[in-house]
Every structure is written in structure tokens, then in C-alpha cells.
């Protein structure tokens, strides 16, 4: 294996809080333009993963290694709502660096959310403030996109078409991403390393791999084999990536 | 003019006011109202210790209120009572071994408790105001500073930390910002009434304001503002100083909010017709 130095690595990492492992022995890694999507059901640790691999949250067993350098962009798990304070869409896109006007307009315009800039920001639908918070992720042209649920709600009408723009970004910047999700079908197609959680790693591997994994199936249940009667009906189109 | 008690009151509560402003606004963004107030509650113990120490009463307040916040911070982790539970302790809790303490030194006449509790900003020196001039643009200085980091992880801290920011770091900077506006503005409007000279014109701001930046702005033009008008009103109506700034604070904000509540029904009704004139794009 000559693969190059991965962006950001866990090393048998635990998290214990509250009396109990929230997750425990995990092991991963994510290289330049890989795109990661972690699955798993409701308090299976996935958020605790993310930070635990931004840093927000020291292992309390393992380590986790990123590259010195590395430029992260974040959308954090969060509502509108949250952001109570006078802040305009365009300010927000400077919110942690200094961003040229044109950078930031540029991201907005490539996420669909440019008319919005002049927006008070806990104005906008869940909708727009998803786009609005990828957009200012990319304006700080990062080397790893980390979403925590990056379709929080997003109704669901609108989610094909968001899942369709963080594909379309992420092929068209050529980023690294890392994310979590829970929509099977996007996740088994758009993805090249799938992460089951559930406390632990259960299986991990290229989608294709994982489907037909034991484990996989335990933990989604009819959904994953409804998933596998979809993928071998169309098997040519959707598994080509 | 700095000959006259009054310019040097003016002067002595315009620093106050320069500072007080932004660092109100965080303190509404970071919902700490009672955090602040509890730290100001402490001011009376400051004096005393200050005072038993050595140092000058100011000093003894800046430092007893910061210690107060890092005790309010680090009892919130550890403990399993209520942030505000917290807050309600600690804020009397302070205030009453303050005046126990105060009673227990030996020559209890010494302190003015009317002053400390309502400030006596006429009662400032030439040799104050150096240390509340120089004070206040160190205090602006270290914000600017960490504005950005600070604003970023008010929002979101998780978001600031994983893009660079410090959040700890920087919130400690900004709890000795807060510790130090108790400690000057004590003088200024008094221990009960220095919350109120950081989140009134902050509160009256946020109405007009559109970012983070204007509404410090709005809240420096509101603090300053109300500082003249306190002051100048004391002197014609010979009311007491400090509770005539945060009055006249007051009333600026109720004026903010009529005339936002004013302005929104306007927008409003505007926006009823133009939604009837051409229908709006909405993709959410």
C-alpha cells in the first residue's frame, strides 16, 4: 500500500462519557478527494465521530491524527433559529476568516443561495440555511468538507436535489468529504467508503461491499434489503462510481 | 476642563460607555444577563478585599468578579444544578458575605456603601481618570482583537473551534473584559446598576441593527448617548448620577423598541401588497 498520507486518521478511538462508551475502538481514515459517509441509527455516535475527528472532543481512548495544515470546512449540526443575533448571510460567510467578497459570492452562487446574502440568517428555511452554510464552508476552500447531517431539516422533496449539489461540489472541487446520512440509496451510490456505525465500527468498505454485509443488514434491516433488490434491478446505472 | 468635577464625570463615563457597549451586545448574544449581574453582585466583597489587600477597590473588584465567572463557568460543568440555580447562589451569596465582610473591618466608616452600590461618577479624580482612559482603549483593543473568534464561537462553538478559533482562550479574555467594565463602571452608575449601562443600549441596538459589528457600533452611540443625557439631566433636575444614565438608557430603548415595532408593521402591510402584485419565489 503506497497510499498517501490520509488527511485525517482515527487510531482505535473511544469516547466515554456519562458512564457508558459512546464509541469505542473506531478506526478510520479519510484521504484527499474521498468522500466518507458514516450510517447508522440514532445515538449510534455519529456526531460524536465527527467531533471527536475535528477536535471538538479529546479521545478518551485512541488518537486521532489530522494533517498539519489541513483546511477544514464544517457545517455543523444546527438551526436557523440558533443563530440569534443580527447577522446577515454575507457576514456569516466571514464568520471564523477573512473571506474576499468575490470568494464568498462565488460559494453562495455555487450552492443556489446568492439571492439570499442580504438575509437576516435565523430568517431563513431549513432549506436555505443548509445551502448557506455549505456555501460558507467552501468559501474557506477546504481540503475536507465535514457535514454532520448535512440534510437536518431539509423537507423531503428537497433532498434529492441537496444530496445532488454535495455530489456535484465534491466531484467538482474534488474535496475530500466526510458525512453523515441516512438516506441509503444516495449514500450507496455517491459514496466511495461507507462507515457502519452503531458504538463501533460494524462494517466499512466500498458501498457495493458493504451492502451484502451481514452486520449492514442487522443494523437497517429491510430498508438495506430493499436497498439491495433496487441496486441489482439497476444494476449498470447505479453502481458505476 | 478637566479641572471640572463635571467634565471629568462626563469624560470618566464616556470610556465606560466606549467599552460597556460591545461588550453588552455579547453578553445578549451569549444570553448572560444574570452571569453579568451576578459578577456585579460580588463588586462589595471586591472592595473589601481590595481594600484589605492593599490595592485600590477597583482592582479588588476586577479581580473577585472575574474569579466569580470562572467559579459561575466551572460550577456549570461539574455540577448537576441549574445554570441560573448557580447564578441565584453565588450572585447573594456574594452580595452578603460582601457586606459581612465590609461590617467585620475595623474602621466600617470608611466605605461609602451609597457609592458603590449607585456610583458617584462625580466624585472621580484627574488621577482616575488616566487609569479609566487608558483602561478603556485597552479593553476596546483586547475585543477588537478577538471580535471575530469571539462572535464566531457565540454562534456556534463547535463551528469556531474545528475552523481555528479559541473559544476558551477567548472567552476568558472577555470575562475579564466583563470583570473589568463592573470594576470602572461601579464608579460610574454603581455595582447594582453596571449591568444595565452594558445591556441596555445593547438591547436597544440589537432593533436597528443588521450584524454583529453595526449593533456594537449602535450600542457605543446609545451607551455614550445616554451617558450625556444621564449626566446632563442629573445636573438639571439634580437627580443622582448613575441612575440617571441607565434611565436615560432606558428610554432610548423604549423609543428603539416603538419605533421598531412602528417599522415592522409598516413592512409588513408594504410586504401584504407587494405579495399581491407579483407572487414571491420561494424554494424552501
Known sequence: MTQPRPLVSARSVGVYRGGRWLIHDVSLEVHAGEVVTVVGPNGAGKSTLLKTLLGLRRPDAGNVIRAPGLRIGYVPPADPVQFDLPLTVRRLMTLTSHRPAETTTEALRETGADHLSNSQVNELSHGEFQRVMLARALSRNPDLLVMDEPLRGVDFSSEADMYQLITEIVEHRGCAALMTSHDLHYVMSRTDQVVCLNGTVRCMGAPEDTVDHPEFHQLFGTRAEAYRHVRHQCHGESTET | ?284
Open chain 2, 1 to 284: 476642563m478637566l479641572d471640572d468635577f463635571f467634565f471629568r464625570a462626563l469624560f470618566a463615563t464616556l470610556a465606560v460607555a466606549l467599552v460597556a457597549g460591545p461588550t453588552g451586545c455579547v453578553i445578549l448574544w451569549q444570553r448572560k444577563a444574570y452571569f453579568g449581574d451576578t459578577m456585579a453582585h460580588s463588586a462589595l466583597l471586591g472592595v473589601v478585599l481590595g481594600v484589605i489587600l492593599g490595592l485600590n477597590p477597583e482592582a479588588g473588584v476586577f479581580g473577585v468578579a472575574f474569579l466569580v465567572a470562572v467559579a459561575v463557568v466551572a460550577l456549570q460543568r461539574v455540577s448537576r444544578l441549574a445554570g441560573d440555580t448557580i447564578l441565584g447562589v453565588l450572585a447573594h451569596s456574594t452580595l452578603a458575605i460582601g457586606l459581612v465582610a465590609m461590617a467585620l473591618t475595623e474602621n466600617y466608616q470608611q466605605y461609602e456603601l451609597t457609592a458603590y452600590l449607585f456610583g458617584d461618577v462625580l466624585a472621580v479624580g484627574r488621577e482616575d481618570l488616566i487609569l479609566i482612559g487608558s483602561g478603556a482603549l485597552f479593553g476596546l483593543a483586547m475585543l477588537a482583537a478577538i471580535w471575530r473568534s469571539l462572535v464566531a464561537a457565540t454562534l456556534h462553538e463547535g463551528l469556531a473551534a474545528a475552523e481555528g478559533a479559541k473559544p476558551l482562550r477567548n472567552q476568558l479574555i472577555y470575562m475579564a473584559l466583563v470583570a473589568a467594565v463592573v470594576a470602572v463602571g461601579m464608579q460610574v452608575v454603581g455595582a447594582l446598576l453596571v449591568v444595565a449601562l452594558m445591556i441596555v443600549p445593547a438591547a436597544a441596538a440589537r432593533t436597528l441593527a443588521h450584524t454583529p459589528e453595526q449593533m456594537a457600533l449602535i450600542a457605543i452611540l446609545f451607551a455614550t448617548l445616554s451617558g450625556v443625557l444621564g449626566l446632563y439631566g442629573s445636573l438639571w433636575l439634580d437627580t443622582p448620577a448613575g441612575p440617571s444614565i441607565v434611565t436615560a438608557a432606558a428610554f432610548i430603548f423604549l423609543g428603539c423598541l416603538v419605533f421598531d415595532a412602528a417599522a415592522q408593521q409598516l413592512s409588513r402591510s408594504r410586504g401584504v401588497r407587494r405579495s399581491v402584485a407579483h407572487a414571491p419565489e420561494d424554494d424552501a
